[in-house]
């Protein structure tokens, strides 16, 4: 009759899992205006309270016409655009990777 080993439990690894794991968040934004656009975000990973002053931080023009901004250890957040006082989108939540919006649509890889 063949016994088999109790199973060992991992705790380095059970600890490992229950942690989320956070990554970045890249967005871009397709913009041929003049004003520099911005994006805010509040809401990150859930959580009520953590937010960025209005109209949020200024965009980097990365490609012509497209804006790229990086959220670091991220899970998810609630989204803005913002173009001066004059524009802004609506809010909408991204869990973390690199998103493309141009035209009131959202891409998980640049159009």
Request: charged share 30%; with cysteine.
């Amino acid at each position: 009759m063949n016994k088999k080993a109790p199973a060992r439990r991992c705790v380095a690894c059970n600890e490992q899992k229950d942690k989320k794991e956070q990554k970045d968040m890249v967005v871009h934004y397709r913009w041929d205006g003049e004003d520099t656009p911005h994006l805010y975000y509040e809401n990150v990973n859930g959580e009520e309270g953590q937010v960025i002053s209005w109209p949020g931080i200024p965009m980097k023009e990365t490609q012509e016409n497209w804006y790229t901004c990086t959220i670091s250890n991220v899970e998810s957040a609630d989204l803005i655009f913002s173009i001066g006082d004059t524009y802004e989108t609506a809010s909408v939540t991204k869990e973390a990777g690199e998103w493309w919006f141009d035209q009131d649509t959202w891409y998980a890889k640049q159009p």
